[in-house]
C-alpha cells in the first residue's frame, strides 16, 4: 500500500475522473445522463484497481460533484432537481468505497505475495550457494555478498578470533571499523543477541549487527548497514535478515561439523597406523631378542651337553642377532630423530667418493665378495652436504642392493653432474619394484612384496628420504629397462667449493686430481 | 697429539698389562672383565667418574678403558682430569651416533674410542695399538711402517708402494706422515689441520679431503675403496693398524 495515500495516486484519480467528465461533456447530448453515471463509475473503479481506497473514494466524490455540477439539470449548480439522481450519488459512492477497499485488499495481499516469492526466492538461493561452499569464509563470502546485493546495503560478517576479539573475514570493512561499531560486533559475538539498529543503538553504531546461531552460537557476527530508522525497523527486513541469518548459522554449523568429523577420521587413522607401527616395531624387535634368550639360556644351562662347534654356533647366533637388534634401535632412533626434526644437516665440503669408501668400509662383512662397481664422473667437485648423514643414505641404498638381488650379482653406483646437482644412481640387478611401489618403498614399515628375508624393519629407504629432503634433495626409485631396481638421489649444488692453496715450494709439484 | 714420555710399561708383554675399567655398567664390567681374564690382562673396576680418577692415581694402570656415560660426572671431564698429570692411553666406550662427543673426547685427550655396542676382538684391537704405541713413544724404535705395500720410512722420509719411490709434496708426505707416527690410531680433522698445517687451519676441513684424495690415488690400490688410509666419517681418518692380505 506505499502509493496508496502518496500525492501520485490522488493525482491520478484526479485525472482519471477529469477524462471520464472530458468524455461525459463529449457524449451528453447523445446519451442519458444517467449513462454518464456508468462511465464515472468505471473511472471509480479504474482509479481504485489503480491507486488504492482513498484516491478511489476521493474519484467518487469528485465524479459526484462534477457529474452534478456539469451534467445534472439545473446545470451549473450543485442543486438537484430529480430525486432519482440523489439514488445515484449515494450508488456511485457506495460503489466507489466498496469497489476501492476490495481493490486495494487485493493489491496489499498481491504484493504481500510477491514480497514473499522474492524472499523465498532469495532464501532459496541463497541455501543453494551455501551448501556448496565449504568453508568457513568462503560462507560468510557467498552470504555477504548476496545480502548486500538483495537488500542494497553494505554488509560484512565477522568471526570471533582467538584472543576474544573478531575478525573480518568477508564485506565490507568500512561498516565494522569504527570503534563503537567493532564494540558492538564484539558484544554481538560475546551474549548472541543483536545489536544496533533497531535493538537498541549504543552511541555511534549505526549498524545492524546480528549474532549467527544454530542451536549454538556459532561464532560469528552478520552486518548490515542500515540506510535510515525506518527502514531499519521494517518488520519485513528484519524478518528477511533473521532469515537469512538462520541460514548462514546453519551453514557454518554443517560446516564446523564437517571439520571435527574429519579431525576425528584422521585421528583414527593416526592411532590405526601407530598400532600398526607398534606392532611391527615389537615384532622386529623381540625377534632378535628371542633368539638370544634362547641361545644365551641354552649355553648357561647346558655345560658339557653341547660340543665345541655347537657352543660357537650358538656364540654366533647370539652376537648376530644382537648386530641386527642394534641397527634396527639405530634405525628407529634416527627415524624418530628426522621425524622431530632434531636432526641439523650440517654441511660441510665434502667428497663424494670418500663417503662411498667410508660406507663399503663399513659394508665390507655384509658385502662379502659381492662385486661394487664404483664410477664418478671425474671432475665431480667437493659436494655440500652433512657427511655422516649422507654416509647413511648410501649404506642404506647399498644395504638395500644387497638385500635385494642374488648374491654376486653386481651393485653399481654411479655419480655425476647435472646441471646444479649431483646425481647418484645406485643399481642392482634383482627382481627390482613391483608395480606401483616406487612410492612406497619409500614408506616406512614398508616392505616390498619380495622382501623374504626377515631382516630390516622397513625404515632404510624412509630414512634416506627424509636425510635427502633435509639437505634439499631428491630420491626417487625406479626399474632399469634391462631389470633390477635403481634408486636416483640428487643433490642440490649451491655456493662455490672453497679453494686449496697450492703447494709453491714443494720439491714435486702437485699432482692433477 | 701428546708426545710426552708415557707412564712406565715396566718394559714387559702388553698381555700382562693392568686396564682400569671405568665403567658403571654391571653387565658391561662383567663380560669386559671376562673377556680381559681370558687375554692375559690384569683388571681393576672402578663405577664412577671419582673413583675412576683416583683409581688412575693409585694403581698405575697401563690403560684405561672409559665410559662416557657415567653418573656422577662427565666422561670428557674425567679425561680431562686425568690428562692434567698422566699420559696413559684411554680408549673411550661411547654410544653410538653422536660423532661430536668422539670428537670431543679424543680432543680432550683421549687415544682412541669404540662405539657400543662392541666386540670383544674390536676393544682388544683398540687396546692394543694404543699400548704399542705408547711403547713406541718410550723406545722411539719403530720409524718405518709397513701396510701391505705400503712402506713409510719415517727417518729418511722415504715413501714406497712395490717397492717404487713414490713422490709427494711436503704436505702430503707430513700428513701421511702424522697418520704413520699414530698408526692405528683415530686422528681427528682438529688434531691432522693442526699437525700439518698449523693452528690457524683447524677449521679448514676440505683441505684434509683433498689431501687425503691425492694420497688415496698416489698409495691405495683402489682410491674408491681405501684400505689403508680410512675415513672415520664424522671423526677423522685412521692409517690402519694391520692390511688385510
Known sequence: ?513 | MSQSPGQDLGGGPSTSALVLVIEDETAIRRFLHAGLESEGYRSVEATTGQEGISQAATCSPDVILLDLGLPDMDGLTVVRRIREWSQTPIVVLTAREQESDKVQALDSGADDYVTKPFSMPELLARMRVVLRHRARVESETETVIVRGTLRIDLARRRVTVEGATVTLTPLEYRLLATLARHAGRVLTHKVLLQEVWGPSYTSQHHYLRVYMAQLRIKLEVDPGRPRLLMTETGVGYRLVEEAEG
Open chain 1, 1 to 513: 500500500m506505499a502509493r496508496s495515500g502518496s500525492g501520485k495516486g490522488f493525482a491520478g484519480a484526479v485525472g482519471i475522473v477529469a477524462g471520464v467528465t472530458l468524455a461525459s461533456a463529449v457524449l451528453q447530448d447523445r446519451v442519458e445522463p444517467s449513462d454518464l453515471t456508468m462511465l464515472y463509475l468505471l473511472g471509480v473503479v479504474i482509479s481504485a484497481i489503480a491507486f488504492g481506497r482513498a484516491p478511489a473514494v476521493t474519484a467518487a466524490l469528485l465524479s459526484v460533484a462534477l457529474f452534478d455540477f456539469l451534467f445534472v439539470p439545473p446545470r451549473f449548480t450543485f442543486r438537484v432537481s430529480e430525486s432519482q439522481f440523489l439514488v445515484t450519488f449515494a450508488v456511485m459512492l457506495a460503489v466507489a468505497v466498496i469497489t476501492g477497499t476490495l481493490t486495494a485488499h487485493l493489491r496489499e495481499q498481491r504484493e504481500r505475495a510477491l514480497m514473499r516469492e522474492r524472499r523465498l526466492a532469495s532464501l532459496y538461493r541463497l541455501s543453494h550457494d551455501l551448501a556448496v561452499r565449504g568453508s568457513v569464509s568462503e560462507i560468510l563470502e557467498t552470504a555477504v555478498a548476496q545480502i548486500s546485493d538483495l537488500l542494497g546495503v553494505r554488509a560484512a560478517a565477522s568471526v570471533s578470533d582467538a584472543r576474544g576479539g573478531a575478525t573480518l573475514v568477508a564485506g565490507d570493512r568500512g561498516i565494522v571499523e569504527a570503534g563503537p561499531e567493532q564494540a558492538a560486533v564484539v558484544s554481538a559475538l560475546l551474549h548472541g543477541r543483536p545489536l544496533g539498529c533497531p535493538f537498541g543503538e549504543p552511541a555511534g553504531v549505526t549498524a545492524l549487527h546480528m549474532p549467527l546461531i544454530a542451536g549454538t552460537n556459532v561464532g560469528a557476527v552478520l552486518s548490515i548497514g542500515v540506510p535510515d530508522r525506518t527502514a531499519g525497523a521494517d518488520p519485513e527486513r528484519l524478518d528477511m535478515i533473521r532469515a537469512f541469518s538462520n541460514l548462514i548459522a546453519l551453514a557454518l554449523e554443517r560446516c564446523r561439523l564437517a571439520d571435527e568429523t574429519r579431525v576425528t577420521q584422521t585421528r583414527i587413522e593416526t592411532e590405526r597406523a601407530r598400532s600398526v607401527l607398534l606392532s611391527s616395531v615389537s615384532h622386529d624387535l623381540r625377534t632378535p631378542l628371542a633368539a638370544i634368550t634362547g641361545a644365551a639360556s641354552t649355553l648357561r644351562d647346558s655345560a658339557g651337553k653341547i660340543d665345541e662347534p655347537g657352543r660357537r654356533e650358538l656364540a654366533e647366533s647370539i652376537s648376530q642377532e644382537a648386530e641386527r637388534l642394534n641397527r634396527l634401535i639405530g634405525n628407529l632412533l634416527e627415524m624418530t630423530r628426522l621425524e622431530s626434526g632434531v636432526h641439523r644437516v650440517r654441511k660441510d665440503w665434502h667428497s663424494l667418493e670418500e663417503v662411498i669408501g667410508a660406507s663399503l668400509a663399513l659394508l665390507e662383512p655384509d658385502l662379502g665378495s659381492r662385486p661394487v662397481r664404483v664410477s664418478l664422473a671425474q671432475d665431480l667437485p667437493l659436494i655440500p652436504m652433512d657427511d655422516v648423514l649422507f654416509e647413511q643414505v648410501v649404506r642404506n641404498l647399498i644395504e638395500n642392493a644387497n638385500k635385494y638381488s642374488p648374491a654376486g650379482s653386481p651393485i653399481e653406483l654411479h655419480a655425476s653432474l647435472d646441471r646444479d646437482a649431483l646425481q647418484l644412481v645406485v643399481t642392482d640387478r634383482g627382481e627390482g619394484l613391483a608395480v606401483g611401489d616406487e612410492e612406497r618403498v619409500f614408506e616406512k614399515f614398508y616392505r616390498g612384496a619380495q622382501a623374504v628375508s626377515a631382516s630390516g624393519a622397513g625404515l632404510g629407504l624412509a630414512i634416506c628420504r627424509g636425510i635427502v629432503e633435509a639437505h634439499g634433495g631428491t630420491i626417487v626409485a625406479a626399474n632399469r629397462p634391462e631389470g633390477g631396481a635403481s634408486f636416483t638421489v640428487r643433490l642440490p649444488l649451491e655456493g662455490t667449493p672453497p679453494s686449496v692453496e697450492g703447494e709453491v715450494n714443494g720439491p714435486t709439484p702437485l699432482d692433477e686430481v
